[in-house]
């Protein structure tokens, strides 16, 4: 089956400090990736959706400028948290889809949990 | 908009006993409709998704999920729970943005534990 891949598993990080975090496809090609947070005991909400080669799109409420995504190839999309506060502590989940059809399934990273001090 | 409702965030049942998870969604167009399960740490796996074609859905793990449009209902079911069944349950509806991008709404959530 399709495997998503996320590095790190675990940040833990200072206050003002960026943290990036990775999310790969290791054997097939995404051409669109998902960015999700999920706060405790809470589901997943969407941030942003990010096609290869193209700007993300993010959902109303998240700042683009604080949370910066790169999809610079098909198998790998980027997230930077920038000026990481305490607040932005959370579980960060990323998917990816080969298609664009929206019956195309997700298919989720194993998670990153951030921890801003 | 899509949204989605689920009923009960905590469940417990027996082991061997019959699982059922609820799950009421809100579409104006016909939804595509999944469950995720997502074990401790772990990212979501699918169990099984409705996408307009058979109204009874067959997942993993013996899930299965009915789509009855009338009840706006998508709950998941499995006949015997199994202790290996413990886990957190999302169900999930897609829907395309102006991009063509399929977006995922989820569920609170339904955390499940099996009593041995």
């Known amino acids: 089956g399709a495997v998503v891949s996320q590095h790190p598993s675990w940040v833990i990080c200072k206050s003002g400090t960026s943290v990036k975090i990775e999310c790969r496809s290791l054997d097939f090609q995404a051409t669109t990736m998902f960015w999700y947070r999920q706060f405790p005991k809470q589901s997943l909400m969407l941030m942003a959706t990010?096609?290869?080669?193209?700007?993300?799109?993010?959902e109303q409420g998240v700042e683009k400028d604080k949370f910066l995504i790169n999809h610079a190839s098909l198998t790998l999309s980027t997230l930077t948290v920038t000026s990481a506060h305490p607040e932005d502590s959370s579980f960060y989940i990323c998917s990816a889809t080969p298609g664009h059809q929206n019956t195309d399934t997700q298919y989720f990273g194993p998670g990153t949990r951030l921890t801003v001090l | 908009a899509q949204s989605v409702t689920q009923l009960g965030s905590h469940v417990s049942v027996s082991e061997g006993a019959l699982v059922l998870l609820r799950c009421n969604y809100s579409?104006?167009?016909?939804?595509?409709l999944f469950w995720y399960v997502q074990y401790p740490n772990q990212g979501l796996q699918l169990l099984l998704k409705?996408?307009?074609?058979?109204?009874l859905v067959k997942g993993i793990n013996g899930f299965e999920a009915e789509f009855k449009k009338s009840e706006t209902s998508f709950h998941l079911t499995k006949p015997s729970a199994h202790m290996s069944d413990a886990a957190e349950y999302f169900c999930?509806?897609?829907?395309?943005?102006?991009?063509?991008?399929?977006?995922?709404?989820f569920g609170t959530g339904t955390r499940l534990t099996i009593i041995p």
């Open positions: 990010s096609n290869e080669g193209s700007k993300a799109t993010y």
């Open positions: 999930a509806v897609s829907d395309l943005d102006n991009f063509g991008n399929e977006k995922l709404t």
């Open positions: 579409s104006s167009v016909p939804p595509y």
């Open positions: 409705y996408t307009s074609a058979a109204t």
